[in-house]
T-cell receptor, first 115, second 113 residues
Framework: GAGVSQTPSNKVTEKGKYVELRCDPI?????LYWYRQSLGQGPEFLIY????????DSGLPNDRFFAVRPEGSVSTLKIQRTERGDSAVYLC?????????????FGPGTRLLVL | AQSVTQLGSHVSVSEGALVLLRCNYS??????LFWYVQYPNQGLQLLLK??????LVKGINGFEAEFKKSETSFHLTKPSAHMSDAAEYFC???????????FGKGTKLSVKP
């Protein structure tokens, strides 16, 4: 079946602009995660959804970052007033259900560049 | 709190040689441990994971890892490297019920002909 997809694959924007990044999880997966990967670093957790609700948003760096998953499937990560430091690859992952041992399946990522 | 340390940001081996990528973890609860591989411009792909049971875990592409609780380690090995193994490898731990992964900084593996 289809894996996790993310759009766009690349996004270039100017400092101060608003961006939206989309994630389509594997069908039937109830858990969805967003991570951010900066150059030379491992992915860092941003936010986790179980169904429609954000179960844990402790990784969001500040209030410019927000994510939604209104119907329990597709999720959108929204970044307001972008800054150059937001440049990174944003990864989305989904798993069948929550739980520590569940395998997370990752999308190819959206590479965000803020000029 | 959980954390992961990967020793060596860059490892280079010759084709056919043993691959050993080191990972040490810290966890206040029994850990679930993962190895992911990332090829250039691609997402992360699961190589193997340890949840419970047998401490020697076999994964895809001939890789395996052994969970050693006493050493808080989960090193990744492969007996004979192939050129196609050149990629970046990430070790991750998950100690909470929520399920988010905590990754190490990654080890880039180069394979020389």
């Amino acid at each position: 079946g289809a894996g996790v997809s993310q759009t766009p694959s690349n996004k270039v924007t100017e400092k101060g602009k608003y961006v939206e990044l989309r994630c389509d999880p594997i069908s039937g997966h109830t858990a969805l995660y967003w991570y951010r990967q900066s150059l030379g670093q491992g992915p860092e957790f941003l936010i986790y959804f179980q169904g429609t609700g954000a179960a844990d948003d402790s990784g969001l760096p500040n209030d410019r970052f927000f994510a939604v998953r209104p119907e329990g499937s597709v999720s959108t990560l929204k970044i307001q007033r972008t800054e150059r430091g937001d440049s990174a690859v944003y990864l989305c992952a989904s798993s069948l259900q929550r739980g520590g041992g569940e395998t997370q399946y990752f999308g190819p990522g959206t590479r965000l560049l803020v000029l | 709190a959980q954390s992961v340390t990967q020793l060596g940001s860059h490892v280079s081996v010759s084709e056919g040689a043993l691959v050993l990528l080191r990972c040490n973890y810290s966890s206040s609860v029994p850990p679930y441990l993962f190895w992911y591989v990332q090829y250039p411009n691609q997402g992360l792909q699961l190589l193997l994971k340890y949840t419970t049971g047998a401490t020697l875990v076999k994964g895809i592409n001939g890789f395996e890892a052994e969970f050693k609780k006493s050493e808080t380690s989960f090193h990744l090995t492969k007996p004979s490297a192939h050129m196609s193994d050149a990629a970046e490898y990430f070790c991750a731990v998950n100690g909470g019920s929520q399920g988010n992964l905590i990754f190490g900084k990654g080890t880039k593996l180069s394979v020389k002909p």
